[in-house]
Each structure stands twice: as C-alpha cells, then as structure tokens.
C-alpha cells in the first residue's frame, strides 16, 4: 500500500517539516448484496454451555474434610429445574433426562431476551 503514494501525494509542511499523505476514496463494496448483511460467520464463534445442578458454601475445613462416599447438600430442592448458562448467563431452565446412557438436559423454560437483557445490567 506504501508503495502507491507517489511523490505528488506528499507535501512538506514549510514551518515544521512534517508531511501530509492523500489517499484515494474509500469504494463501496458491491459484494455486499442487496443490503443484506452476512452475519454466518457468527455460527463459528464457540460458546461455553454449564448445566448447573445447584451450589454450595462450605468452609476450607469441611472441603477438606470431604471423601470418597461424601455427600454435598445443594441449595436446590430434589426435582427443581437446572439452570443452563452460556457464557455464564441465564438462559434457559429444564430437567435431567437419559439419552443413549449419556446425561442430557430437556429444556422446559427459556428466558424471554427482556429477562436476558435485564441480567447484563
């Protein structure tokens, strides 16, 4: 691109020496379509999904106290909704089913976008 700036396109300023560059006008892209915005590269983009059983306070001295065998109470009640998070934030609710052997979750709530844009804040 540097190479494309001629001598004609570089002026010394006469007080301090310093020079000043012109460049050509910016084109429109025509690749662009019909108005129309491509936003699939977005699919690409990995989002971090946490199922969340429930959660717990303990103190240094009951985690180290903790075994094989231990049971950790949770805050959640036994049959109350998981929260699933992406990127940490709410977005949906739902219960534990079994898929081919493998844990799986089966939505029962989504949060509205008003509910998610309310938690940014």
Same mark, same amino acid.
């Given at each position: ?12 300023? /006469?007080?301090?020496?310093?020079? @000043?560059?012109?460049? $050509?006008? !910016? ?7 019909? #108005? *129309? ?35 950790? /109470?949770?805050?959640?009640?036994? @049959?109350?909704?998981? $929260?699933? !998070? ?7 609710? #739902? *219960? ?26």
């Amino acid at each position: 691109m540097a190479d494309s700036v001629t001598k004609e396109d570089v002026r010394d300023d /006469e007080e301090g020496g310093t020079q @000043g560059a012109s460049f $050509e006008e !910016l084109k429109k892209d025509e690749s662009a379509g019909s #108005g *129309e915005k491509d936003i699939d590269f977005l699919l690409d983009i990995p989002l971090e999904v946490t199922v969340e059983l429930g959660r717990t306070r303990m103190l240094v001295q009951e985690l180290l106290q903790l075994g094989q065998g231990s049971v950790i /109470e949770l805050e959640k009640l036994a @049959g109350e909704p998981m $929260e699933i !998070l992406v990127n940490n934030k709410l977005i949906a609710r #739902g *219960e534990v089913v079994v898929v081919n052997e493998k844990f799986g979750v089966r939505l029962t709530d989504i949060i509205s976008p008003a509910e998610r844009v309310r938690q940014l804040k």
